[in-house]
């Protein structure tokens, strides 16, 4: 069984301790946001990264903040007035209203590991990359911290590469984000 966020913890998604760990704007550069990209960022949360996202791409720009929790959404709703760029999407935990070929840059970050059928849920969404998008994964170290779900519940990053290659999709970038997480950015082959 997977490990899921609670909701009635989300006010730990905006904690001044998350920013000083995994720093939004320096992170998405890091896995190569860009000005004008189209952006989904799923499994949004309370848009830790939406709301920096829609900074950074500007308005040239467009983030599309999906979660599968309306309770998520509802708190994103209230600091969306931050960036008006920001569409929010209640999806399913395999599938969300946007067309295909639409997405840039695609956001995943800290959710994979709680997704039951992860080839399934990664085949459906990168339906949704443009022919030169990309897709940047966040993900737990897999080792025991004081942070994040128990150490059963993470991915190495050796799960991802075999799981990326399975699905067609070519990495290029890896990254170190901090003590406890990793970034990979991957490609369409």
Not at 20 to 33: A, D, H, I, R, V
Request: glycine share 6%.
């Amino acid at each position: 069984m997977t490990h899921k966020f609670d909701p009635k913890k989300k006010h730990k998604l905006l904690s001044e301790k998350r920013h000083q760990m995994l720093p939004p704007e320096e992170t998405l550069q890091k896995l190569e946001l860009k000005k004008g990209d189209v952006v989904a960022d799923i499994g949004c949360g309370v848009g830790f990264f939406s709301v920096p996202a829609a900074k950074l791409v500007g308005n040239e720009g467009k983030v599309y903040a999906i979660d599968v929790v309306e309770e998520m959404l509802t708190e994103l709703r209230k600091r969306k007035e931050e960036a008006e760029n920001i569409v929010l999407v209640q999806g399913t935990e395999y599938s969300a209203e946007i067309a295909d070929h639409a997405i840039d840059f695609m956001l995943i970050s800290n959710v994979l590991h709680e997704i039951e059928d992860k080839n399934k849920f990664l085949q459906e969404y990168i339906t949704k990359l443009s022919t030169k998008g990309r897709l940047a994964l966040i993900e737990w170290k897999k080792k025991e911290t004081i942070h994040g779900p128990t150490k059963k519940h993470r991915i190495s990053k050796q799960e991802i590469k075999k799981l990326f290659k399975e699905i067609g999709l070519k990495i290029s970038k890896e990254v170190d984000l901090n003590i406890n997480q990793y970034g990979i950015v991957a490609h369409k082959d």
